[in-house]
């Protein structure tokens, strides 16, 4: 059984992993504060002190793990998907079907189409998200990189 193929994850270096690692790490500290804070403060603070740490803290917990251990398991996959093709992958070519403009996300893209073919793995068709180039046309052909197993791909 073969899965809906996926494109990789953006490549993050072992430097950007660790950094992006610390920052998620830091991302889920200010809740767990404010939690001991609210438990160990010496003197006790008054009762609506005590309650809005508490709050506060129980808040900025949910909401800074959260954040945190999906940006920790986004940097995970990341480094994932790089060794799986750099280990599996082989060399493909992806010839583009249709181009649409994408409005979404941080700044305007295009919606690329793409037919992936290459050795080792049935051809595939997926879509992609793309900065504005002249370049991406219907029937432009661009190098990839496949792992057929899962086919995970990434378009160099």
């Not at 950007?16 to 991302?27: D, Q, S, T, V």
């Amino acid at each position: 059984m073969t899965s809906a193929p996926r494109e990789a994850e953006a490549r993050v270096g072992p430097v950007g992993a660790l950094l992006c690692r610390l920052l998620f790490l830091a991302i889920c500290l200010p809740g767990p504060v404010l939690l001991a804070a609210a438990a160990t403060l010496d003197p006790r603070p008054s009762s609506s002190d005590f309650w809005g740490l508490l709050a506060g803290g129980v808040l900025a917990t949910i909401i800074g793990v959260g954040f945190g251990v999906w940006g920790w398991r986004l940097v995970g996959r990341s480094r994932s998907d790089a060794r799986r093709l750099s280990a599996a992958g082989v060399a493909a070519t992806a010839e583009v079907l249709a181009v649409a403009n994408h409005l979404g996300g941080e700044g305007p893209g295009l919606e690329v189409h793409l037919r992936i073919s290459g050795p080792g793995f049935a051809t595939f068709e997926a879509d992609t998200i793309r900065a504005n180039d002249p370049a991406l046309v219907p029937g432009a052909v661009l190098a990839a990189v496949v792992e057929p197993a899962d086919r995970l791909f990434l378009i160099i």
